[in-house]
C-alpha cells in the first residue's frame, strides 16, 4: 500500500481543522449536522431503501400474531435476529409505522453511541480523536440512510468494539463481542483469530468467543430447534448471481451491449440477480474463489500467528483483509455490506494513533497510521460509490434503460474493479509485511 497516492496525507491539516474535537461538542455539532443533512436528502428522494425494514416487520409480526413459528422466520439469519427485532417490534407497538420509527431511531442512536465511544477512546488514549470520529462521521454520510435501515450497523459497532476492548486488555469482552455479532449475521465470526494477539490474549479471547457463542447457540436451538439453527449455513448455497456482485461485472457490461442476453430480476432471497449465458459459470467460479479466499484468510492468520509478537494494530489490519475478502469473494454483494467495513476501519484509526511513528514489520514503509488513513480513505470512496449504485442509481441498474443505464453500469464496474484492486494489495501487503516478514540476515562474524 506504500505507492498509493498519499491523498489523505495531503487533505489531514484541512480536515484536522475541520474536525478538531478539543471537547465533546465539536464532535455532537458535526454529528448532528451532518445527520439532519442526511435525513433531509434522504426525504427528497422520497424515503427510499425502506424495503429490508417492512420486510423485518413483517416476518416478525406474523411471529407475534401467530402466523409464523420461530422455526419459520428469518431462515437466512441466526435465531438471535427474532430476539433483537423484537425491542422495535414492541416499541412500535406491532404497527408497521411504529417499528419503522423505532428500529431507524435505535439504529440512529447505534450511530451517535458509536461516535461517543470513538471520541471517549481517543481521549482516553491521550490521542487526537479527530481522524477516527472524522472518519466516521463522512462515512455514515456516505453510506447514507441505509446505515439505519439495515442491521449490519450493530455487527459494525461490535467489531471495533471488539478490537478496541482487545488493546484495552479486555480479552474475555473481546471474544464476546465478536460471538455476538456472528450471532446476529455469521461474518464476523472469522474475526476471530484476529483477537488471539498473545498466548494470553488467545485463551481469553477464545474463551470469551467460545461462552457466548455456546450460550446463543444453545438458547437458539432450545427456542426455534436444530434445523432453524443451521439455515444460515445453508440459505446461501441456492442463491444465484447478485447483480452488485464482482462476479457478475463481466455480465453487466454484456448486458450493455445486449440487454435481452441478460435478464435481471428480483429473485426469491429479497434480491436481483442477474442470469443467462455464463451467469452459471460465474456462480461456480464465486464459489471457488469464496473457498481460495478462505485459504488465502487461513494462510495469513496461520503466518501470523506463527510469530513471536504480534500486536493488537495487525490483528485490527487483518480483520479489515479478511472483510474485504469475504466481500469480493462472495457470489452477493448487497451494499450494506460496506457498513461491515466501518468499525474495523474506525477502530484501527484509534488503536492507531497511539503509536504513530513504531514501524510496521518487515519491508513496509508505512507506519500503521499512515496505513489505516489510507485504509480509511479507500473505504470511503468505495463507500461513496456503492451509495451512488444503491439507492441513487439501482432503478437505472435493475431496469434497462439506455438514457442512464450506461451511468448506473460504469458506477457499480468502477466499485467493483476498484475493490478487487484494494483487496489484493492488502493481501499483498499483509503477507510481506505482517504475516511472513523477512527474517533478518544473521550478521557477520569475522
Known amino acids: 500500500m506504500a505507492t498509493t497516492p498519499d491523498l489523505l496525507d495531503r487533505m489531514t491539516p484541512t480536515l484536522s481543522r475541520w474536525f478538531a474535537m478539543p471537547t465533546w461538542r465539536r464532535p455532537a455539532a458535526w454529528w448532528l449536522a451532518t445527520r439532519g443533512l442526511m435525513f433531509a436528502i434522504w426525504a427528497l428522494f422520497g424515503f427510499v431503501a425502506q424495503g429490508d425494514v417492512a420486510y423485518y416487520y413483517e416476518n416478525i409480526n406474523a411471529l407475534y400474531t401467530g402466523q409464523s413459528g420461530p422455526a419459520d422466520v428469518f431462515p437466512e439469519y441466526p435465531t438471535p435476529l427474532i430476539w433483537v427485532l423484537s425491542v422495535p417490534y414492541l416499541l412500535g407497538f406491532g404497527r408497521l409505522l411504529g417499528f419503522r420509527i423505532a428500529f431507524i431511531g435505535l439504529f440512529t442512536l447505534t450511530d451517535a453511541f458509536m461516535t461517543l465511544v470513538f471520541w471517549r477512546t481517543a481521549r482516553k488514549f491521550g490521542t487526537n480523536p479527530s481522524p477516527t470520529v472524522g472518519f466516521w462521521i463522512v462515512f455514515v454520510v456516505a453510506m447514507g440512510p441505509l446505515c439505519y435501515m439495515r442491521l ?58 467460545a461462552v457466548t457463542g455456546a450460550v446463543l447457540a444453545g438458547a437458539s436451538w432450545l427456542y426455534a430447534g436444530w434445523d432453524r439453527l443451521v439455515s444460515p449455513l445453508t440459505w446461501q448455497s441456492d442463491r444465484g448471481l447478485q447483480v452488485e456482485s464482482v462476479w457478475a461485472t463481466p455480465l453487466l457490461i454484456a448486458r450493455f451491449f445486449n440487454p435481452e442476453r441478460w435478464v435481471v430480476a428480483e429473485s426469491d432471497y429479497n434480491a436481483f440477480q442477474i442470469d443467462g449465458p455464463g451467469s452459471v459459470a460465474l456462480v461456480g467460479a464465486a464459489t471457488v474463489a469464496t473457498l481460495v479466499g478462505g485459504l488465502v484468510m487461513v494462510t495469513l492468520y496461520v503466518g501470523w500467528l506463527r510469530r513471536a509478537h504480534r500486536t493488537p494494530i495487525e490483528a485490527g489490519t487483518l ?53 489505516a488513513r489510507r485504509i480509511a480513505l479507500w473505504t470511503l470512496i468505495l463507500t461513496a460509490l456503492t451509495q451512488l449504485v444503491y439507492p441513487m442509481l439501482y432503478g437505472a441498474l435493475i431496469d434497462w434503460n439506455p438514457a442512464v443505464t450506461w451511468l448506473a453500469t460504469a458506477v457499480l464496474v468502477a466499485r467493483n474493479v476498484t475493490i478487487v484492486i484494494v483487496t489484493v494489495r492488502l493481501i499483498w501487503f499483509a503477507a510481506r509485511c505482517i504475516a511472513f516478514p523477512p527474517r533478518p540476515e544473521p550478521s557477520a562474524t569475522g
Do not use: C, H
Open 152 to 209: 449490519d450497523l450493530m455487527t459494525a459497532a461490535l467489531s471495533a468494539a471488539a478490537l478496541i476492548t482487545l488493546v484495552r486488555s479486555q480479552r474475555f469482552l473481546s471474544g464476546s463481542m465478536i460471538a455476538t455479532g456472528a450471532a446476529i449475521k455469521l461474518w464476523p465470526a472469522l474475526l476471530w483469530p484476529a483477537a488471539l494477539v498473545t498466548r494470553k490474549a488467545a485463551r481469553r479471547a477464545t474463551l470469551g468467543f
Open 319 to 371: 480483520m479489515i483483509i479478511a472483510t474485504f475478502i469475504m466481500i469480493v469473494t462472495n457470489k452477493t454483494f448487497s451494499p450494506q455490506y460496506m457498513i461491515w467495513l466501518g468499525g474495523p476501519v474506525a477502530g484501527l484509526l484509534t488503536i492507531s494513533a497511539r503509536d504513530p511513528e513504531v514501524r510496521l514489520a518487515g519491508p513496509a514503509v508505512d507506519t500503521p497510521l499512515t496505513l
